[in-house]
């Protein structure tokens, strides 16, 4: 009997190894290399990370697929992911997330919000170059000079000259000087006329998502009104016989010596306005304002998380903000405003201020007043008696009043004692409620008091120099706008 034919043994299926994670190591170390050499900058790599990198999934599940093909025409078997590979495309996955949250945000404005210098550090953003250059042409009789610029400072001067003169102070941040030189020839600022306006461009955003920061030192006739629009750089306007209005988002503002009226527009900014002839309007979030000697009205509108600081405006004032509301005819003295405490000097009414968790401190105010406050006390020292109204809660009212003024009170308060220099007043106190009314000097203008939480006192001017100093009041945690 014949034997059978022995059958042959099946070959065992060789591994082939993934060429995927050597072709990593040399694309990182490429990448690592051409850093180290100033031929990329990791800024930008992580920001090309930050969009691209779901292509790197995509390449590596080409080559596993191409692989898995490769074995099974040789007979092989494939590889799979293993440990190793999972944990790659985890990482993966991971680091391209935070790549493309970063890569969102605007790294340059959150330096600048933290108030970070430059030269706080240099490794921001690579090395610092710097470039002078200037621009000078005929500046049309009558035009409006029309300033943009997304970073640096600005400032306006006034000239004898008919030509409008810029000097510039360039800085950019770069890896090398070839790549600075580049981005200078790409953010070169310009000046365009067309009609009656003239437009000044820095062009720091020829060079895309890359910093550069440009300083304009600009002189043209005094009669030329100015626009200027600026991200985050402080603006200086000097001298000026026509209209200003400025747009900023980060920077100090100094405005004074203007002929005009004064518009403004700003973002985390504070401003300094003073000796102008026109009105002054100021909107968005300000961080401080001070306006002083302004012949026109005051408007003011928006938050103010610091200081407000106004003096001697000739014509009406109004402000309003998430929490305070001022009108007033005319303000020959001052008015302070920051989170805890309003106070005001020489002030002519009708004056209407209605605010809250502020102590209230008023002297010289003479017409018409009507005052709205709670969590606050309110002293209001009159030199001219109008029709007034307050209204407090939980805190004290004392009002001090000329000694021979004419004048007829209803004042009430609950949880609060009334008090009265004036001979004349009656005064109810109960345990729960006080009430108090007459007639003062053969009567005249009402003075209307209603309190909860909190006594009320009418006083003569005359027991001034007898008032103790108020002790301070400890500051409230988490207020800050006004």
């Known amino acids: 009997m014949a034997s059978p034919t022995p059958i042959p043994p099946i070959p065992p299926y060789r591994h082939r190894r993934s060429i995927s ?51 099974q025409r040789s007979g092989s078997r494939s590889t799979g992911l293993g440990v190793g590979g999972a944990f790659l495309i985890v990482m993966l996955i991971c680091f391209g997330l935070i790549a493309t949250k970063t890569s969102q945000v605007d790294w340059d404005a959150l330096r600048h919000g933290l108030q970070i210098d430059d030269n706080d550090f240099s490794w921001w953003g690579g090395h610092s170059y710097s470039y002078d250059d200037r621009l000078e042409q ?21 000239s004898d000259s008919t030509k409008i003169q810029v000097s510039i102070r360039k800085n950019i941040k770069a890896e090398t000087q070839g790549q600075a030189d580049h981005w200078n020839n790409g953010t070169k600022p310009e000046i365009k006329v067309a009609g009656n306006t003239v437009t000044l ?41 026509g209209d200003i209005d400025v747009t900023n988002q980060k920077g100090d503002i100094s405005i004074s010596d203007v002929k005009g009226k004064v518009t403004l527009n700003l973002e985390n900014s504070s401003a300094r306005v003073s000796q102008v002839t026109g009105d002054v309007s100021v909107d968005g979030r300000v961080k401080e304002i001070s306006l002083d000697n302004i012949k026109g009205a005051a408007r003011l509108s928006g938050d103010f998380s610091e200081n407000v600081q106004l003096s001697k405006i000739t014509k009406t004032v109004t402000l309003k903000s998430a929490r305070t509301d001022i009108e007033a005819a005319k303000l020959d003295g001052d008015l302070s405003l920051d989170a805890h405490d309003l106070r005001a000097s020489t002030v002519t009414g009708p004056f209407r201020l209605l605010t809250k968790f502020k102590d209230i401190h008023l002297e010289g105010v003479s017409g018409d007043l009507h005052l709205e406050n709670e969590d606050g006390a309110v002293e ?33 308060t609950k949880n609060g004692e009334i008090q009265s220099d004036f001979t004349g007043v009656s ?10 009314s007459g007639s003062i000097g053969g009567g005249g203008p009402h003075l ?18 007898e008032k103790p100093e108020r002790p301070e009041k400890p500051e409230a945690p988490g207020v800050s706008d006004n």
Not at 41 to 67: D, N, Q, R, T
Not at 138 to 155: E, I, K, Q
Not at 215 to 236: E, F
């Open 380 to 412: 209001v020292q009159m030199t001219k008696i109008g029709a007034v109204q307050i209204n407090n809660r939980r805190s004290d009212v004392e009002i001090y009043l000329p000694d021979k003024a004419s004048f007829q009170i209803n004042a009430q």
């Open 21 to 71: 994670g050597p072709l990593i190591l040399i694309a990182v170390g490429v990448i690592f290399l051409l850093t180290t050499m100033h031929v990329l900058s990791m800024e930008y790599v992580w920001l090309w990370f930050g969009h691209y990198w779901p292509v790197l999934l995509i390449v590596l599940g080409l080559v596993k697929l191409a692989e898995h093909y490769q074995a």
């Open 448 to 465: 209307v008091v209603n309190n909860e939480q909190g006594a009320i006192e009418i006083r003569k001017r005359s027991t001034l120099a």
């Open 427 to 436: 005064v109810s106190n109960n345990d729960e409620h006080a009430t108090a």
């Open 138 to 158: 005929d500046f049309p009789a009558g035009a409006t000079l029309h300033v943009t610029n997304a970073r640096g400072a600005v400032n306006v001067s006034a």
């Open 201 to 241: 461009n820095a062009n720091n955003q020829g060079a895309g998502d890359h910093p550069v920061t440009v300083d304009l030192d600009i002189s043209i006739p005094r009669n030329a009104a100015v626009s200027i629009t600026n991200r985050s750089g402080d603006i200086s306007v000097l001298g000026r016989d």
